[in-house]
């Protein structure tokens, strides 16, 4: 690959990346300053938030049966069966369940930001904003922030808590009672377990917010430019999810 090629790319990614971040930067320094657009936030929390509810305890609920499942596949021949309610909610509370929803809401919320904010800028509504004065980033960006910022956390409880119902429903059919069930969970778990899964999906919410936002609001091309960003938006936005999530978890075992 030739050297003028490269250094192309690597010019292109890095100013990328730092226009990233300075978005990032300025919505979060805009959340704490006059106008609010309360109604804006509030539209915007049932489009992304409530509207999403249903997708996640459909995620939760078979995330936590297969859950069930497995351990007690893997439990029965020790005769551990007792411990499946501590193994699911430990995984589903820690991991699969901030990972699961975020990916979930990533794919239906961080797609609809993009096409909303892509379609303003295509059909030159944003330009128009611009000349009236608004500022686009307080306008369009801040809601939808402080939006997934309050959604995801309450979006993953919703899925850790239907998916531990889940885990019960299918471990009943292996005369495991409620007590049983309910004693094997502080067995697995402490108190900075809870603090992990409340955590991550806040930071979680924080990248589909701002990746929508930042690919929605650099759309080009016209109607085939929405489409395509918001392909790249939900790729982007899964992947950052993924990789964000291992570093995340490193973090928290250091401090264990």
Known sequence: MDIAVVDRILI?????FQSYFSLAGKTFVRMVRRPFYYREFVTQFDKLGFSSLFICILTGLFSGMVMALQSLIQLKPFA??????????????????????????????????????????????????RVEGTDIIKRLA???????????????????????????????????????????????????????????????GLIIAVTG????????????????????AVVLSSVMILVSDFFISKIFVAFR
């Open 12 to 16: 292109t990614f890095f100013h990328e």
């Open 80 to 129: 551990a069966t007792s411990y499946v309610g501590g193994m699911v909610a430990v995984t589903m509370i820690k991991e699969l369940g901030p990972v699961l929803s975020s990916l979930m809401v990533a794919g239906r919320v961080g797609s609809a930001i993009t096409a909303e904010l892509g379609t303003m800028v295509v059909t030159e509504q944003v330009d128009a904003m």
């Open 142 to 204: 801040t809601p939808r922030l402080k939006a997934m910022l309050l959604a995801m956390p309450l979006l993953t409880v919703v899925t850790d808590v239907v998916s531990i119902l889940g885990g019960y429903i299918m471990s009943s059919g292996y005369s495991i009672n409620p007590t049983m069930y309910i004693s094997g969970l502080p067995q697995f778990m402490v108190f900075q377990d809870l603090i992990e899964g409340l955590l991550k999906p806040v930071f979680f």
């Open 213 to 232: 936002c930042y690919i929605g609001l650099n759309t080009r091309g016209g109607a085939e430019g929405v489409g395509a960003a918001a392909k790249q």
